[in-house]
């Protein structure tokens, strides 16, 4: 599937996660400290947890229920509880928009 249009860059702040939707899929989109854009499977894998609701920190997302970071770029979970990582989503900046390719990396 191609990549799709969510909004300007510029709408989303450093270290934000913003939580949409793309066919049925809950992604997490997230701005680094660094101002890199994410893109992450927006539900904990430990709990039904929304992980855009959590703690952006640095390159990571940290479930606010039970404290697991994920790392933006590989979805692997840094800290337990949880232990499975959750999807990578491709992201590019177009003219000042971010795209999300809604077909998983890992």
């Known amino acids: ?31 680094d400290s660094a101002g890199v854009c994410h893109a992450i499977g927006d539900t904990c894998t430990h709990g039904d947890i929304s992980l855009s609701e959590g703690f952006v ?7 606010w229920a039970h404290g697991s970071k994920f790392d933006l770029k590989s979805g692997k979970p840094l800290t337990l509880p949880a232990y499975e990582p959750v999807p990578v989503y491709p992201v590019t900046i177009v003219d000042g928009d971010i795209y999300i390719d809604p077909t998983p990396t890992a």
């Open 1 to 31: 599937m191609a990549a799709i249009k969510i909004l300007p860059e510029a709408d989303l702040e450093p270290n934000q996660a913003l939580r949409i939707t793309i066919d049925d899929k809950a992604i997490a989109l997230v701005k």
């Open 57 to 63: 920190e640095d390159d990571t997302l940290e479930c």
